[in-house]
Each structure stands twice: as structure tokens, then as C-alpha cells.
């Protein structure tokens, strides 16, 4: 006898609107890891922009789920500046990311703690962030202190679906 | 089993205004580009100091040892409180098994929704709940 799914309604209809998917479907076609410097002279609620990367922005790519590499998660990780620790998630707490489109108006804010998978039983945060232009996307902090600005650096481990 | 998708979110907070008290509303602040009853919000999740320690605004967010002592309630663009007193310990992500709440797609009205407390141990005068709401544009 065939096995018997029972699905919601509702269920149904956010699947159809886009609003869910599977906790463990797919993350995107590709991912890869960016990594962010804290600029000279940072303070608190500045923007922390991401350096241009065109396969990331909105007509080369749909973003479809992010997550933040605490040093928990891979202690090191090399940047443009060499090798910095990635951040603590008691860090994390204290800065949140922005995803912004070609006119700076920004689509999506999200706490760096959200973003760390193995705090969340293992489930990533899914997007479908479709407008954004990557140089324009940034991260931001409420508390500078709480950094080692010097020694560590923000790592993303992006998924995304080319478009091309 | 499904978790939410983020097609764009807000960072939404209700501030603890004058001496904490059990029972108050608190309603959440005003954000302009979400103000005009023009927003379908179909999930959300709340935060404490554990997940976000400050607001982009630079207030102090309620400590992670009261998160089991404030309830929200979401109220739509008719008045209906479809979401009456939901415990915020159920809508924070990581104490949920990393799920976020999804709900009945609805047009809501961000300041008409509120925050009360059921215990004031521990929290502060102007100390705020945050919420990040996860929703789409009316017409969009």
C-alpha cells in the first residue's frame, strides 16, 4: 500500500508562494565562502560593506540561504588582509547583516547570531533575496568594543543559483 | 518539515517604556516604510540579549534569562489579534530547534501589535523586545 502524506493547507500554500521549503532541501546550486574586514577606524553602526563580487549581485545570481562561520565552526579563515580568527558567537550578538539593492534600500536585516548554523540544530537560513547588488550589502555592529577588530574577520559561507 | 524562506525582513522592537509592569501593552515602534498597512507578514522570530544584544537603534534588548517572561501579540489591518499572547520563548529560533514561526500570510499593523510582560524580574525601564518579521510587499 502506498505511503499516505498528509499536508496542510497552509503548508501547501507556502510552498507555492515561496514563503518555505524543507529544512533540509537545497541550499542553492553553489556556494562560496566571503570574508569581511573590519575597516580602519570602525564604529559602531557604520556600514561594513562587502567587496564587489559580480556573481553575487542580483542579475548574475538569486541568493538562497547564508551562514555565518563562527570559530567554532572553522577557527581561521583567509582574507584579503591574510589570516584572521573568524568571531565568537558572543560577538555575534552584537552586529547584524544588511542586504541591500542598487538603490541602497535594504531588503533584509538579519542578526550575525542568526546566521550560525550549529546554534540553530543544524538548520541554515534560507533567502531568496533576488535584487541585491553585493558591494551595497554590508554589516554592521552595535558594539565595537566587543570585537577584536584587528585579529578576526567576518566569514559567510554564501549559497546562491546562477542565473546564467 | 519546512522552514521559512527570507524574502526581505525588518528589525522591529517594542520598548519598555516607564517602570516595567505586568499586563501593560507594549506596543512596537514605528518603522516608516512599514507603516502604511502595506505589509504581509507570513513568519517572524523574537530576540533577546542571547541573540541580539543591541538594536541597530542602539537600545538594550531584554536579557536571555527573561525570555520566559513576556508574551506577543500580532494584530492585523482589521483589528483581529490573530496571534493573542504567544509566549516569545516559543518564537526564538535556537531554543526551537533553529525553526521559525511561519504563519497564515496576513496584512498586519506594526503599531498596533504589542509585547506585555508576565513577570518584571530582571528587565529594565527602556529596555526593548526585538522581532525580525519576515514578509512581502502588498502588491509586490
Known sequence: ?164 | MNNLIIKRSQIVRAQITGTPAVGNKYYFTDVPNLSRNNVILYGFEIFTATQLAKTPQNETVIPGSTNDQAVITWRDNKKIEFVYQMPIYTAIRSLNGGFIVLLKPRIINLTDSYIQLTDTTGISSNEVVAANIYYDIVGE
Not at chain 1, 561594513?48 to 570559530?71: G, P
Not at chain 1, 560577538?91 to 550560525?116: C, H, T, W
Open chain 1, 1 to 164: 500500500m502506498a505511503a499516505f502524506q498528509v499536508i496542510s493547507p497552509l503548508v501547501a500554500y507556502l510552498e507555492a508562494h515561496g514563503d518555505i521549503k524543507p529544512f533540509a532541501g537545497v541550499e542553492g546550486e553553489r556556494s562560496k565562502l566571503v570574508t569581511l574586514n573590519f575597516p580602519a577606524s570602525a564604529q559602531n553602526g557604520d556600514p561594513f560593506y562587502f567587496a564587489s563580487d559580480s556573481t553575487l549581485d542580483y542579475n548574475n545570481a538569486t541568493i538562497t540561504a547564508i551562514e555565518l562561520v563562527d570559530v567554532t565552526t572553522n577557527v581561521i579563515s583567509q582574507t584579503q588582509q591574510g589570516y584572521k580568527d573568524n568571531i565568537t558567537t558572543a560577538s555575534a550578538a552584537y552586529g547584524y547583516l544588511v542586504f541591500s539593492d542598487n538603490k541602497r534600500q535594504e531588503i533584509a536585516m538579519i542578526p550575525l547570531y542568526n546566521l550560525v548554523r550549529r546554534l540553530n540544530s543544524g538548520k541554515t537560513t534560507f533567502l531568496n533575496i533576488k535584487t541585491q547588488i553585493w558591494q551595497n550589502c554590508y554589516v554592521a555592529v552595535t558594539d565595537i568594543l566587543q570585537f577584536s577588530t584587528g585579529s578576526t574577520a567576518f566569514t559567510f559561507r554564501v549559497s546562491y543559483v546562477p542565473k546564467y
